[in-house]
């Protein structure tokens, strides 16, 4: 399948610097869509504007909503929303949906906008990265938008980054959230977890261990250093067991004879006439006694 690029003038819609806290007016130049030689500020009655089908934020803050209506209230929209038309008088949003809805809270029946052609494929675009840029989504909605960038336009996850500006591990280890159980995600996007935790969750490969330690993070209200250790306490205990249950007498009596002449651990591990054995120091005083020993 050929990979579709976004749009040559996206570079000119993501800031450099972002401030999280406030509105940023976003550059719309001449060729970032089929348009128009000036922009023209219109009054949109709101009832006329319609939700764009690929808007990747479904939640919002209801504080920082009423925020940002009483600041309209007081100094009015300085940056106008961007729709484009469809059918009859009614048009769809491509950018601008907190202060849509911000606008409503205070029962605004207009609202200024900018009108402009655009493709689905623009819509999509300038949905997905202007909420992205403003950092406005949550880790599980940025997981979908990431994921939506790629199967919409075919794109890898280092064709992602250069898009967005990340490292291609950020952008896998924010998608991968979308592996936990759908609880937690909830958890996430209700900001009872962090992004931390939940990255902490994902060591655990079960789905029943993941959400145990889910309900133990919010019972326990644990920070996320102290839900990383509970991974890695569950994760020895898991593999001492297994070990326990699967190990050799002969192999057991071996290793613990070795490890008391060498003063450190030693792991053996044989498959039928083959195998391997390892032995782990942790300075180098240890190491070269270790070296002196096999001499």
Same mark, same amino acid.
């Given at each position: 399948?050929?990979?579709?690029?976004?749009?040559?003038?996206? &570079?000119?819609?993501?800031?450099?610097?972002?401030?999280?806290?406030?509105?940023?007016?976003?550059?719309?130049?001449?060729?970032?869509?089929?348009?128009?030689? &000036?922009? =023209?500020?219109?009054?949109?009655?709101?009832?006329? *504007?319609?939700?764009?089908?690929?808007?990747?934020?479904?939640?919002?803050?209801?504080?920082?909503?009423? =925020?940002?209506?009483?600041?309209?209230?007081?100094?009015? *929209?300085?940056?106008?929303?961007?729709?484009? /038309?469809?059918?009859?008088?009614?048009?769809?949003?491509?950018?601008?949906?907190?202060?849509? !809805?911000?606008?409503?809270?205070?029962?605004?029946?207009?609202?200024?906008?900018?009108?402009?052609?655009?493709?689905?494929?623009?819509?999509? =675009?300038?949905?997905?990265?202007?909420?992205? !840029?403003?950092?406005?989504?949550?880790?599980?909605?940025?997981?979908?938008?990431?994921?939506?960038?790629?199967?919409?336009?075919?794109?890898?996850?280092?064709? *992602?980054? +250069?898009?967005?500006?990340?490292? $291609? &591990?950020?952008? #896998?280890? *924010?998608?991968r959230l979308l592996d936990l159980p759908v609880e937690i995600q909830r958890g996430i996007i209700e900001r009872k977890i962090t992004e931390g935790h939940a990255r902490a969750i994902?060591?655990?490969?079960?789905?029943? +261990?993941? $959400?145990?330690?889910? =309900?133990?993070?919010? +019972?326990?209200?644990?920070?996320? $250093?102290? #839900?990383?250790?509970?991974?890695?306490?569950?994760?020895?205990?898991?593999?001492? $067991? /297994?070990?326990?249950? !699967? #190990?050799?007498?002969?192999? !057991?009596?071996?290793?613990?004879?070795?490890?008391? +002449?060498?003063?450190?651990?030693?792991?053996?591990?044989?498959?039928?006439?083959?195998?391997?054995?390892?032995?782990?120091?942790?300075?180098?005083?240890?190491?070269? /006694?270790?070296?002196?020993?096999?001499?």
């Amino acid at each position: 399948m050929k990979k579709t690029s976004l749009g040559t003038g996206l &570079s000119s819609l993501i800031p450099n610097k972002l401030n999280k806290n406030k509105e940023i007016n976003i550059p719309l130049q001449k060729n970032n869509f089929a348009s128009s030689d &000036s922009d =023209e500020v219109m009054k949109i009655p709101i009832g006329n *504007i319609v939700p764009n089908p690929n808007q990747p934020r479904y939640y919002f803050d209801g504080d920082n909503l009423k =925020e940002l209506s009483e600041s309209i209230k007081e100094h009015g *929209i300085i940056q106008p929303v961007l729709v484009t /038309k469809v059918n009859g008088d009614k048009y769809e949003l491509i950018a601008g949906e907190r202060r849509l !809805q911000a606008s409503k809270l205070i029962g605004l029946e207009k609202i200024p906008a900018i009108v402009r052609l655009a493709t689905s494929q623009q819509k999509l =675009e300038l949905a997905i990265v202007e909420n992205i !840029q403003r950092h406005n989504l949550n880790a599980v909605e940025e997981a979908k938008a990431y994921q939506k960038l790629g199967k919409e336009f075919n794109l890898t996850q280092e064709e *992602i980054a +250069k898009k967005t500006g990340k490292s $291609r &591990s950020a952008i #896998a280890n *924010i998608i991968r959230l979308l592996d936990l159980p759908v609880e937690i995600q909830r958890g996430i996007i209700e900001r009872k977890i962090t992004e931390g935790h939940a990255r902490a969750i994902l060591g655990l490969a079960n789905s029943e +261990k993941q $959400r145990a330690l889910y =309900e133990l993070i919010l +019972k326990n209200n644990l920070t996320v $250093r102290a #839900a990383e250790n509970k991974v890695k306490e569950i994760t020895v205990h898991s593999h001492k $067991r /297994k070990v326990l249950k !699967q #190990a050799d007498p002969y192999i !057991q009596d071996l290793e613990d004879s070795i490890q008391q +002449k060498l003063g450190t651990r030693i792991k053996i591990k044989k498959h039928g006439v083959s195998g391997k054995i390892t032995i782990d120091f942790f300075s180098e005083e240890e190491f070269s /006694k270790i070296v002196k020993l096999l001499k």
